[in-house]
């Protein structure tokens, strides 16, 4: 099959998967124009769809690296390891040819090919308006989720919501940043109105209604847009569908998936027939990887820092963060979800967009940040201690360093607040300020050759 990397494999991995999005083996690679015919095709395809989420470069493996010890959360303490693909990463030293950051580009453009599929061809076949609505809407999050992604780690990136073949990828520019946004927030918007509030049965754990609009709200919030953000991330606040837990660690144990402060996360199933687990998340071997600043930040009761603690103990193999922390069948097969979105996330940043709107001296906002501490055992703050907009922004992004810790949040944070160089510099690593964006992957800049419409970043 011929391929580019932008548009990669136009039906690689759909698959006769029943109704669990995990089982997602593919049975043959059909033929795009023939296979989308009954409710069932688009169903596997959407099954497809959320599978290249799992895939090792993103959710499944390599975000650990891109977004998390790109951050002052992780450390990369192995430079022999892949031949330093990774530890490049961490100290700002990779090279445009660096594959880890070419495979995820290729992998978030799959998954949005897969959507493209999925959403150009399903009007035009009969099935349910309901369950049609759905199959849309699923289409819309993911492809919305993975453009977010692609235009936090490389800014302008080339916009595509069509499924084309090889001969039109080549005429593919990079968009301007605020082209790629406007296309994410139709997306989530759409799809808020045709997911379903709820799902039972095999279903559980597929995108929601409010899973849309927590992330769009996240999106109003990266894009600076309080306004919208305060009343978009409110619906999900005052909702019913969503709580925090009592007990924080009980957010992660791995036989209380799909609870009710997760609004979306990405499903791994350890020991299934078809290899639906994943490697161990931030494992190590030779040491402590969890950067010392992290856990300093935490006060000696705060119920989230044992979730930083690896265990059985740094030394071990696959010795493994405990939010992370799921019993080996394997070193390969660890069944534990990835957490994408969820309740203390929303209400940390629903209380940063209020702030950001006007601050109030113990109003709303405070009462809403301090949900999140109370629940982490920590004192709540005051007026007396935040007293200006400028120090609640800063105490809110710092608890959500705490709470959202090895989350994929901090670096996105540390970016959106203008904040990376300074954090970085604790930990000893000077970084290049135009380090806030990744290369483009060489590969890319090659094939399509033309400095005006696909240039490099600044920088590289």
Same mark, same amino acid.
């Given at each position: 099959m011929?391929?580019?990397?932008v %548009?990669?494999?136009?039906?690689?991995?759909l !698959?006769?998967?029943?109704?669990?999005?995990?089982d997602?083996?593919?049975?043959?690679q059909?033929?795009?124009?023939?296979?989308y015919?009954?409710a069932?095709?688009f169903?596997?395809?959407?099954?497809?769809?959320?599978?290249?989420?799992? !895939?090792?470069?993103?959710?499944?493996?390599?975000y650990?690296?891109?977004?998390? =010890?790109?951050?002052?959360?992780?450390?990369?303490n192995?430079?022999s390891?892949?031949?330093? %693909?990774?530890y490049?990463?961490d100290?700002?030293?990779? $090279?445009?040819?660096? !594959?880890?950051l070419?495979d995820? @580009?290729g992998?978030l453009?799959?998954?949005?090919n897969?959507?493209?599929?999925i %959403?150009?061809k399903?009007?035009?076949?009969s099935?349910?308006?309901?369950?049609?609505?759905r199959?849309?809407g /699923?289409a819309q999050?993911i492809r919305?989720?993975s453009?977010?992604?692609?235009?936090r *780690? @490389?800014?302008?990136?080339p916009l595509? *919501?069509?499924a084309?073949s090889t001969?039109?990828?080549r005429?593919?520019?990079?968009?301007? +940043?605020? /082209?790629?946004?406007?296309?994410?927030e139709?997306?989530?918007t759409?799809?808020?109105t045709?997911?379903?509030?709820?799902?039972?049965?095999?279903?559980?754990?597929?995108a929601?209604?409010?899973?849309?609009?927590? %992330?769009l709200?996240?999106?109003y919030?990266?894009e600076?847009?309080?306004?919208?953000a305060?009343?978009t991330?409110?619906?999900v606040?005052?909702?019913?569908t969503y709580?925090l837990?009592?007990?924080v660690a009980d957010?992660?144990?791995?036989?209380?998936?799909?609870? =009710?402060?997760?609004?979306?996360?990405?499903?791994?199933?350890?020991?299934?027939l078809?290899?639906?687990?994943?490697?161990s998340w931030?494992?190590?071997s030779?040491?402590d990887?969890?950067?010392?600043?992290l856990?300093?930040?935490?006060?000696p009761a705060?119920?989230?820092l044992?979730l930083?603690v690896?265990?059985?103990? $740094?030394?071990?193999?696959n010795? +493994?963060p405990?939010?992370?922390?799921?019993?080996?069948s394997?070193?390969?097969d660890?069944?534990?979800?990835?957490?994408?979105?969820?309740?203390?996330d929303?209400?940390?940043l629903?209380?940063?967009a209020?702030?950001?709107v006007g601050?109030?001296?113990?109003v709303?906002?405070?009462?809403?940040?301090n949900?999140v501490?109370t629940? =982490?055992?920590?004192p709540?703050?005051?007026s007396?201690?935040l007293?200006?907009?400028?120090?609640f922004?800063?105490a809110i992004?710092?608890?959500?360093?705490l709470?959202?810790?090895?989350?994929n949040?901090r @670096?996105f944070?540390?970016?959106r607040t203008?904040?990376?160089?300074?954090?970085?510099?604790?930990?000893?690593?000077?970084m $290049?300020?135009?380090?806030?964006?990744y290369?483009?992957?060489?590969?890319?800049i090659?094939?399509y050759?033309?400095?005006?419409?696909?240039p490099q970043?600044?920088?590289?």
């Amino acid at each position: 099959m011929k391929k580019i990397t932008v %548009l990669l494999a136009c039906m690689i991995g759909l !698959s006769a998967c029943q109704k669990d999005f995990l089982d997602l083996k593919p049975l043959s690679q059909p033929n795009a124009d023939n296979f989308y015919k009954t409710a069932n095709d688009f169903g596997n395809a959407v099954n497809g769809a959320y599978d290249a989420l799992q !895939s090792a470069s993103q959710y499944g493996g390599d975000y650990n690296t891109i977004v998390e =010890a790109r951050s002052d959360n992780v450390l990369d303490n192995d430079p022999s390891s892949s031949a330093g %693909l990774r530890y490049n990463i961490d100290r700002f030293i990779e $090279p445009t040819t660096n !594959s880890v950051l070419r495979d995820t @580009w290729g992998s978030l453009y799959t998954g949005i090919n897969r959507c493209n599929l999925i %959403l150009d061809k399903i009007d035009a076949v009969s099935m349910d308006a309901t369950l049609k609505a759905r199959y849309k809407g /699923e289409a819309q999050f993911i492809r919305a989720l993975s453009y977010f992604n692609l235009v936090r *780690l @490389w800014g302008r990136v080339p916009l595509v *919501l069509k499924a084309g073949s090889t001969t039109e990828a080549r005429s593919f520019v990079r968009n301007e +940043v605020t /082209e790629i946004y406007a296309a994410i927030e139709k997306d989530l918007t759409d799809a808020a109105t045709g997911l379903p509030a709820t799902y039972t049965g095999v279903d559980v754990g597929r995108a929601t209604s409010g899973a849309a609009k927590g %992330l769009l709200g996240k999106v109003y919030v990266t894009e600076k847009k309080y306004d919208l953000a305060v009343s978009t991330l409110r619906d999900v606040v005052n909702g019913t569908t969503y709580r925090l837990l009592p007990n924080v660690a009980d957010v992660f144990l791995v036989s209380n998936k799909n609870n =009710a402060e997760m609004l979306f996360a990405v499903k791994f199933r350890k020991g299934g027939l078809q290899g639906e687990g994943h490697g161990s998340w931030y494992g190590t071997s030779i040491g402590d990887n969890i950067e010392p600043s992290l856990r300093a930040a935490y006060l000696p009761a705060d119920k989230r820092l044992p979730l930083t603690v690896q265990v059985p103990v $740094p030394t071990s193999i696959n010795a +493994v963060p405990r939010k992370f922390y799921d019993e080996l069948s394997g070193t390969n097969d660890v069944g534990n979800d990835f957490p994408v979105l969820r309740f203390a996330d929303v209400l940390l940043l629903y209380a940063e967009a209020l702030n950001e709107v006007g601050y109030q001296a113990d109003v709303e906002a405070f009462r809403t940040l301090n949900l999140v501490r109370t629940r =982490a055992g920590v004192p709540n703050y005051t007026s007396a201690q935040l007293t200006t907009k400028d120090t609640f922004r800063t105490a809110i992004i710092n608890e959500r360093r705490l709470e959202l810790a090895l989350e994929n949040d901090r @670096w996105f944070d540390l970016i959106r607040t203008g904040t990376a160089v300074d954090a970085i510099k604790v930990t000893g690593i000077t970084m $290049p300020a135009y380090r806030t964006l990744y290369p483009v992957p060489q590969s890319e800049i090659d094939t399509y050759n033309n400095k005006t419409t696909f240039p490099q970043n600044q920088g590289y």
